[in-house]
């Protein structure tokens, strides 16, 4: 009994021998391992395959693409992607909650919140939000430093971020805020060198997608305007003439509601339009588009506020989860496959059964986000991220493209690493220096 | 100054990115399919299995074995450089050997004979550091993780095993940590196998017996068919011919399967029986021959007259010579590009007098001399050698991979000669002394 109590103790001081760096990397290998070598949708495999052929449509995130395609010269498949965007979330939330908490809890916090099921589910794929949302934090946490070669970093971050969702830009004015040195004085000046580096960071994003784009598909305005047409017109109930697009079938136009998934929307057997393919059809569909919210905003409001009431999970509630190495078959000429460990396995069964909870729910955070707002007033880093989150959730009233967690997933990151920081920061031997 | 601990680190990711996330072969695949069913068999030691089937709780496919059989070598080799050289120079002593293309070409595989190295390695490096319980737990693992590797396991705990005893009763103790450590691998191995799978007897066996048979005199089919009484034959006459015209001292599978077989493959007890009998009969009644059919297998071996070949080190990641093995395995992957270049070159490199094991054995015999006052270094030689000589008699194929603890051996013994020759860092003999009393009169009672 000696034997154990003093094994125990042993254990446990050895445990507090360990520094803040080395707790971040076991809990970062640890995070790592839980989804070994990262979870692939049909978007990443197809991503995966214009990194490795070069040949880079705007279907897919171009920067994203470039970093995958970066990564690639160093190790092949989607592990490097994967620790890459975990990497930047654990090290970048450790260097913000430094400045709030003591060296070694931040480290904690950072993995513990890393680990938590409704942050690391979309984390362990590879998808451009889980990487911006590791960017984000990476990019706050380089603002914060005083060194310019950090803060030339923090940049560099945001730039990806950027290129990985380009609608989060108005999000980042709050961590591009952070940036600024205390002395500056004014909130507008303030504001406005804000507001500027983040439309330099935004316009650098867009500038190296042009450049890397081969091919454009006009994916994200097909993704955004195609439903917003069908969704506003379907509610209104107008059959509106849409010139110089091609309306398979003006009947399936009009049936039903909802119009939530482009992709149903013009591929298919029962497909309503054919997407567009040209400049002359982009430009009839932002036409039409413009038509639809002007003549018919009733039914564009609706239309919107259903989405985001799906999207918060109050109504039509989904499975938020996705765990799949990939379809074999997908992957067969890009030479990847996967089997999950007993450890990703008894993992996924933790996750799953959280995700039936409100955990899971991005109504909660947005609820949460409040009171998170107020305890971390005091706190210009905590309420810069939280804040960061509400004003990501906020855009996607107008530019969500479909309904998925993910796109929730800031906020959730967010809030719950302000939160937890929070509570942690009550004991005073926690707290920062 | 570059930090010890960031050489070793950079090591660590030069080798990470060339070996990604570890490369497979045939023998690979017989592990990792039989760590997933749970049944081992015996035609590989089952501790690598049941090895794997522990690695694969946290980490599926070869990553986590990479990592073992990569992390014990590169922790052995610094450990042992770290007893004759300063640890500056002992780190980089360890990166080179490590990242030796010989070397690091066989750790990239995940391969019974690339984790016998690391452990041995680890072994090697505990003992002279005087962890005795360590060092004889990694050796007893290297003994498991082949049936041979006791040949490199005596030298190793005979010289390093840290004890007060002195002379001969130094060397009896040691001599009894080596037999309990071996007969303990042996019997994990023998307590660990499910499914027995007689490989001696379709394989090795018939290779000696035909290997003979091919260097004999000229034998009667009657004399012949006495000396293979109950030996299940695919031919009623012309054995001998059949044996000289499918001769290949570097193979066992003609024997017994396309279209010239001699055999045909034991079924029952009875036959195996036979085989053994036969086995006794004509190799050890015929040991001219024996020993001309083993000297033409292990001259190729060590690269005496190799012909060429496509390469010498295995870079793939799934079974380049039977694709359709991917689905079983679950488990492909794809080069970077950094990969693909390295491998390109690791291939030119295995054509090449580098890879050559009697340049290695050869060198091994002059360190020998050289580096004798380096207790560790002549204890690793010795285990490199007697292990290389134990393939003249069990060698079945000739790869490379056999070769890869003696050309490690030489490459430790090779760096640290230079290391203690040119490096102003060197641990001088006065300085190994203080440590080498500091460490007994730990032991000391």
């Not at chain 1, 449509?57 to 992607?81: H, N, Q, R």
């Not at chain 2, 303990?184 to 499914?195: E, G, Q, S, V, Y």
């Amino acid at each position: 009994m000696m034997d154990l109590r003093e094994r125990a103790n042993r254990v446990r001081a050895w445990l507090a021998a360990r520094t803040p760096r080395q707790l971040l990397l076991a809990g970062w290998v640890t995070c790592i391992l839980l989804c070994y070598p990262g979870y692939l949708s049909f978007d990443s495999i197809e991503q995966l395959g214009q990194a490795r052929s070069g040949h880079f449509t705007d279907a897919y995130a171009p920067v994203m693409t470039g970093v995958w395609s970066l990564c690639e010269w160093i190790f092949a498949g989607p592990f490097p992607m994967l620790a890459l965007q975990t990497g930047l979330f654990v090290f970048g939330a450790y260097g913000v909650l430094k400045r709030a908490l003591s060296p070694r809890a931040a480290a904690v916090v950072a993995v513990g919140v890393l680990a938590a099921p409704p942050v690391f589910a979309p984390m362990a794929v590879i998808w451009p939000d889980s990487l911006m949302a590791g960017a984000l934090l990476a990019a706050a946490a380089a603002l914060l430093d005083e060194r310019r070669a950090m803060k030339a970093a923090g940049a560099v971050a945001l730039v990806i971020a950027g290129g990985c969702r380009p609608e989060v830009a108005p999000a980042t004015i709050p961590l591009a805020m952070l940036a600024l040195p205390a002395s500056l004085s004014g909130r507008l000046r303030r504001a406005g060198l804000a507001v500027a580096l983040v439309v330099a960071c935004s316009g650098v994003a867009r500038l190296v997608g042009w450049i890397l784009v081969d091919d454009d598909t006009y994916a994200w305005q097909q993704r955004l305007e195609w439903i917003d047409v069908v969704g506003t017109l379907r509610r209104a109930h107008a059959d509106d003439p849409m010139p110089g697009l091609t309306v398979v079938d003006r009947a399936r136009l009009l049936e039903g509601h909802d119009a939530y998934d482009a992709y149903v929307l013009t591929h298919g057997p029962k497909r309503v339009a054919e997407p567009i393919a040209d400049d002359a059809q982009s430009e009839a569909l932002s036409a039409a588009w413009h038509a639809a919210i002007a003549d018919h905003f009733g039914a564009y409001a609706t239309h919107r506020g259903e989405l985001m009431l799906r999207q918060l999970g109050i109504t039509h509630p989904w499975l938020p989860v996705f765990d799949d190495f990939g379809d074999p078959d997908h992957l067969m000429l890009l030479h990847h496959r996967a089997t999950p460990s007993d450890l990703e396995i008894a993992w996924r069964a933790i996750v799953h059964v959280v995700a039936l909870t409100p955990l899971f729910r991005p109504l909660l955070y947005v609820l949460l986000a409040i009171p998170a707002i107020v305890l971390a007033r005091r706190r210009r880093e905590l309420l810069a991220l939280v804040a960061s989150g509400v004003m990501y959730e906020i855009i996607q009233l107008p530019l969500a493209s479909s309904v998925d967690y993910r796109f929730s997933h800031w906020l959730v990151a967010t809030v719950w690493l302000v939160l937890v920081a929070l509570a942690v920061a009550r004991k005073p031997a926690w707290r920062a220096s | 100054m570059i930090r010890p601990r960031a050489i070793l680190g950079a090591a660590l990711v030069v080798f990470a990115i060339y070996a990604f996330p570890g490369y497979i072969g045939w023998d690979t695949e017989a592990h990792l399919l039989q760590a997933r069913s749970g049944i081992y068999s015996d035609a590989h030691p089952p501790v690598i299995p049941a090895l794997w089937r522990l690695v694969e709780v946290f980490v599926s496919g070869p990553l986590g074995m990479l990592a073992i059989q990569a992390l014990a070598l590169l922790g052995g080799l610094t450990l042992i450089f770290r007893n004759v050289l300063g640890p500056r120079t002992a780190a980089i002593a360890s990166a080179a050997v490590f990242l030796f293309p010989p070397v690091a070409g066989v750790t990239a595989l995940v391969v019974k004979d690339a984790l016998m190295a690391g452990f041995l390695a680890l072994g090697a490096g505990w003992l002279v550091a005087g962890r005795t319980r360590r060092g004889l737990v990694a050796c007893a693992l290297a003994s498991a993780m082949r049936w041979n590797a006791l040949a490199a396991t005596l030298p190793i705990i005979v010289a390093l095993l840290p004890t007060r005893a002195r002379g001969m009763r130094r060397i009896a103790i040691a001599c009894v940590a080596w037999l309990g450590i071996t007969a303990a691998a042996f019997a994990t191995n023998a307590l660990l196998a499910d499914r027995h799978a007689y490989a001696w007897y379709g394989g090795y066996a018939y290779q000696d017996i035909a290997g003979t048979l091919r260097w004999m005199e000229d034998t009667p089919d009657a004399d012949a068919r006495a000396l293979l009484a109950g030996v299940p034959l695919a031919i009623d006459h012309g054995i001998q011919d059949r044996a000289r015209e499918t001769y290949n001292a570097l193979d066992y599978r003609q024997l017994t399967s396309g279209t010239t077989p001699l055999f045909d493959l034991p079924d029952t007890a009875a036959e195996r029986d036979a085989i053994a009998h036969a086995w006794r009969r004509i190799v050890l009644g015929h040991p001219g021959a024996y020993l001309r059919y083993r000297w033409d297998n292990f001259r190729t071996l060590i690269e005496i007259d190799r012909p060429h070949t496509f390469a010498q080190v295995y870079v793939w990641f799934t079974i380049i010579a039977a694709p359709e093995e991917t689905p079983r395995l679950q488990h492909d992957a794809a080069p970077s590009r950094v990969q693909d270049r390295m491998r390109i070159g690791a291939i030119a490199l295995s054509n090449s007098p580098m890879y050559w094991p009697w340049i290695y054995l050869a060198l091994s015999c002059v360190l020998l001399v050289a580096c004798r006052r380096m207790a560790v270094v002549v204890a690793l030689l010795a285990s490199g050698i007697c292990y290389e000589l134990a393939w003249f008699f069990l060698d079945p194929t000739g790869d490379f991979r056999y070769s890869q603890w003696m050309v490690t051996c030489c490459a430790i013994a090779a760096a640290a000669w230079i290391g203690r020759r040119y490096s102003k860092e060197t641990m001088r003999p006065s300085a190994q002394r203080t440590e080498s009393q500091a460490m007994i009169a730990k032991l000391a009672p």
